[in-house]
């Protein structure tokens, strides 16, 4: 007995989805991208659902990766003509930096900020990058999740520990007493 839509559509599935094959042909020189388009096959029904658009996949909730990094070893993109000067004076705060910056500042304060970890601050908080700050968010969800960082990297891994465990630091204050603390406690 079905009892939903769902259990249908998996019955479904197999059936629709057209046999698997592949045409490969080596003498000649090696173009990666066309044999790689060359070899792929999309069945009818894949086809129609890229046609149309449907998502092949849930997208909800949002994730956001949130940097870690010490004092002044954030990650600075920019092209190789661009001026060296103007990228240096131009360069806008990560979203750790933000976090801290949130944490000082009233307004954000007034909304939350001090009782969220760094990991848990997209559920209420919204990362604009254009201008490189943290604002309330106003709708959706969204979840965190730092990068991983190697015990080997020292200083940074103990930073990424204190983010998961400290709520409401604004900046890397006493940073080296705290990263003595958690080295005791690891």
Request: positive net charge.
């Amino acid at each position: 007995m079905c009892a939903s839509v769902k259990a249908v559509k998996y019955i479904h599935k197999y059936i629709y989805k057209g046999p698997d094959r592949a045409t490969i042909q080596t003498d000649g020189p090696q173009d990666e991208i066309r044999s790689y388009l060359d070899a792929r096959y999309i069945s009818s029904t894949q086809a129609c659902h890229n046609i149309f658009e449907f998502p092949m996949h849930m997208e909800y909730p949002a994730v956001y990766r949130l940097p870690v990094h010490l004092p002044g070893q954030n990650t600075v993109v920019f092209r190789p003509e661009d001026d060296i000067e103007d990228v240096v004076n131009n360069v806008k705060d990560s979203p750790l930096l933000g976090w801290f910056k949130a944490n000082a500042d009233p307004e954000l304060v007034a909304a939350g900020a001090h009782n969220h970890l760094y990991q848990d601050f997209p559920k209420r908080f919204v990362w604009n990058r254009s201008r490189g700050k943290w604002k309330v968010r106003q709708r959706y969800q969204a979840i965190g999740r730092m990068y991983s960082i190697p015990v080997t990297a020292g200083e940074c891994f103990y930073l990424r520990v204190l983010l998961t465990t400290v709520k409401g630091m604004s900046y890397y204050i006493n940073f080296k007493l705290r990263v003595g603390l958690a080295c005791s406690l690891a």
